[in-house]
């Protein structure tokens, strides 16, 4: 095993990521490592991607199955809010500038599924190391010293595009609230499969910095 990180400031958490070459492993590995580091002590995990499930043959869960499965599965394909990608943050790192692990988990749980006129990344940073790669998302978020700063815009994909800084927002709530203006924006702005980062290159981010400020 590789070493742990100590906590610099109580000296007390410890993390530890097991390198996993291209992120595949059997179900039966990941029973080994989950069993292993539990009885080491270990209390959380925390993912850097989407985790997906493969089956060799038989095909995957289906029906009252799949109802019964308490995770709710991700959808890939569909036109809607993706789930909030979020750095390792202050539970798993050390060098946040604000918490951010509350407000993703409050952006992620008022706009995750809700329809926009093409599919909508928002990623969060604890700070400008960016590690989530927030100015590569549809509305990235980065926390400073003075807040939250909203960049919008950014996509990875076919056509990459680095997002544009939109201000920095001292709370939480401010934050979400300018999110919500961002998305209210785009549903009416937006037309059907274009990212709004290429509305914002058609219209102008001016045009957005409007709207954000008439409402
Ligand atoms: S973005 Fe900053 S706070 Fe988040 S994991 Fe990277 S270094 Fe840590």
């Not at 179900?27 to 925390?46: D, R």
């Not at 604890?126 to 926390?143: F, L, V």
């Not at 274009?194 to 058609?202: A, N």
Request: hydrophobic share 35%; charged share 30%.
């Amino acid at each position: 095993m590789d070493e742990n990180k100590k906590d610099k400031k109580t000296g007390r958490k410890t993390t530890y990521s097991p390198y996993i070459p291209q992120g595949v492993f059997s179900i039966g590995e990941l029973l080994e490592l989950v069993e292993t580091l539990k009885n080491e002590g270990a209390k959380t995990v925390k993912l850097g991607g989407e985790m997906v499930f493969v089956w060799d043959e038989t095909g995957p869960l289906s029906g009252e199955k799949a109802e019964k499965l308490r995770w709710d599965a991700n959808d890939f394909k569909a036109k809607h809010i993706r789930p909030v990608k979020l750095c390792s943050a202050e539970t798993f790192c050390q060098n946040f500038k604000q918490p951010v692990i509350s407000l993703a988990a409050k952006l992620d749980e008022k706009f995750r599924k809700a329809p926009v006129p093409s599919k909508l990344v928002i990623g969060v940073a604890g700070c400008h190391r960016s590690c989530s790669e927030p100015a590569t998302k549809d509305i990235g978020i980065m926390a400073c010293t003075d807040g939250y700063e909203i960049m919008v815009g950014g996509a990875a994909g076919l056509r990459p595009m680095i997002a544009k800084s939109i201000g920095t927002f001292k709370t939480e709530e401010e934050t979400i609230e300018i999110v919500e203006k961002v998305i209210a924006y785009f549903k009416k702005d937006g037309r059907q499969s274009v990212r709004l980062g290429r509305l914002l290159e058609k219209n102008g981010i001016d045009h957005l910095l409007k709207f954000l400020k008439a409402r």
